[in-house]
T-cell receptor, first 116, second 110 residues
Framework: ETGVTQTPRHLVMGMTNKKSLKCEQHLGHNAMYWYKQSAKKPLELMFVYNFKEQTENNSVPSRFSPECPNSSHLFLHLHTLQPEDSALYLC???????????????FGSGTRLTVV | QKEVEQNSGPLSVPEGAIASLNCTYSDRGSQSFFWYRQYSGKSPELIMFIYSNGDKEDGRFTAQLNKASQYVSLLIRDSQPSDSATYLCAPGNQGGKLIFGQGTELSVKP
């Protein structure tokens, strides 16, 4: 496989459930990102990982818990979500997240999350 | 002031016309600028990036950058119905992170 792969593509979960989103990249990149995209709103950066280390948490509620076991894999663990958390969650990767070496991100296809 | 501002549209142009998409940004430290295209229900895909003031052309697409005015634009010549999508402007800040605008919806009418 090539590029950035996200699973599942669609997820419906109750507010008391625990679920995880998975992202895998086959590009040899060292930085990975989680973004949230809600209707009619800009992409919101949630977390940044560089070489497996979290370098940014953009004031994300603790009900979202990221995990990056290696440079190729990124998870987003979800628990006790709210209906307003329903959105498209996008994973992206880049060479790294420092300066001009960043030639843009490659996005996965996203997970469409619905919280009921 | 928003970090990145784009007209949300929709911008409607006839097939074959030039579509002009504009973006202003607030971070004077931004060094790299990216344009992404996002079809409905799909993820964003990179179509252009520019680092230097002036114009950069790639096929039917031309990106224009004016750092003094903190302004970047994307021109699409000979617009096609397949160009109908939302176009996202994303300046890269000094930390290398991309901050996205809300996007401009483009509709190309046959």
């Amino acid at each position: 496989e090539t590029g950035v792969t996200q699973t599942p593509r669609h997820l419906v979960m109750g507010m008391t459930n625990k679920k995880s989103l998975k992202c895998e990249q086959h590009l040899g990149h060292n930085a990975m990102y989680w973004y949230k995209q809600s209707a009619k709103k800009p992409l919101e950066l949630m977390f940044v990982y560089n070489f497996k280390e979290q370098t940014e948490n953009n004031s994300v509620p603790s009900r979202f818990s990221p995990e990056c076991p290696n440079s190729s894999h990124l998870f987003l663990h979800l628990h006790t979500l709210q209906p307003e958390d329903s959105a498209l969650y996008l994973c992206a990767s880049s060479q790294d997240s420092y300066g001009l070496a960043n030639y843009g991100y490659t996005f996965g296809s996203g997970t469409r999350l619905t919280v009921v | 002031q928003k970090e990145v501002e784009q007209n949300s549209g929709p911008l409607s142009v006839p097939e074959g016309a030039i579509a002009s998409l504009n973006c202003t940004y607030s971070d004077r430290g931004s060094q790299s600028f990216f344009w992404y295209r996002q079809y409905s229900g799909k993820s964003p895909e990179l179509i252009m990036f520019i680092y230097s003031n002036g114009d950069k052309e790639d096929g039917r697409f031309t990106a224009q950058l004016n750092k003094a005015s903190q302004y970047v634009s994307l021109l699409i010549r000979d617009s096609q119905p397949s160009d109908s999508a939302t176009y996202l402007c994303a300046p890269g800040n000094q930390g290398g992170k991309l901050i996205f605008g809300q996007g401009t919806e483009l509709s190309v009418k046959p």
